[in-house]
């Protein structure tokens, strides 16, 4: 149980384009889903906050505009890279929680982007 | 605001022989503790989960971690480590209060045939 999918696996596009990275909860319903953002060998960045039918909470330092999230449903959430560029180039990874608080989050598999 | 170390960047174990991996949590209310392992280019996989209750947490694929509150500690373990364990391995700590997980910056565990 508490399978969480994240599609793409892989991205590489040319700079300037808009990315758009799908994170669904597969057996469970999520009214929040977390995206982080993993730079190589280290520690995992909280992006923002994704909760159901409302605006997401970004952390500080993340641009609303550059990283636009949409939680639409209880079991998908989206983040789209818009105008990527070379340095978004990351691995980025969606997370969601089965329930309230004190609960676990359950990890998609990432997405690795590349940005030309 | 809460915060997790973990002092080791790599730990490397013998096949066979147990496996320690070091956290430590500051939080300000009551500490909810997690356990990761990710493998290459792969998402986390939750192994284990202290909210409450027994000091004592046992979790997946034969790992088990310590609660203690005197040292603010939640190290992994493992009696006996498999050449399979090698992965990055991630202590997270949630404050009760708030609804964020902060997590270590990882730990790099090479089990040795």
């Known amino acids: 149980g508490a399978v969480v999918s994240q599609h793409p696996s892989w991205v590489i596009c040319k700079s300037g384009t808009s990315v758009k990275i799908e994170c669904r909860s597969l057996d469970f319903q999520a009214t929040t889903m977390f995206w982080y953002r993993q730079f190589p060998k280290q520690s995992l960045m909280l992006m923002a906050t994704s909760n159901e039918g409302s605006k997401a909470t970004y952390e500080q330092g993340v641009e609303k505009d550059k990283f636009l999230i949409n939680h639409a449903s209880l079991t998908l959430s989206t983040l789209t890279v818009t105008s990527a560029h070379p340095e978004d180039s990351s691995f980025y990874i969606c997370?969601?929680?089965?329930?309230?608080?004190?609960?676990?989050?359950?990890f998609g598999d990432g997405t690795r982007l590349s940005i030309l | 605001a809460q915060s997790v170390a973990q002092p080791e960047d790599q730990v490397n174990v013998a096949e066979g022989n147990p496996l320690t991996v070091k956290c430590t949590y500051s939080v300000s209310g009551n500490p909810y503790l997690f356990w990761y392992v990710q493998y290459p280019n792969r998402g986390l996989q939750f192994l284990l989960k202290y909210i409450t209750g027994d000091n004592l947490v046992k979790g997946s694929y034969g790992f088990e971690a310590e609660f203690n509150k005197s040292q603010t500690s939640f190290h992994l373990k493992k009696p006996s480590a498999l050449v399979s364990d090698s992965a990055l391995y991630f202590c997270a700590v949630r404050d009760s209060g708030d609804d964020k997980i902060i997590f270590g910056k990882g730990t790099r565990l090479h089990i040795l045939p």
């Open positions: 997370s969601a929680r089965d329930g309230g608080h004190p609960q676990p989050q359950h």
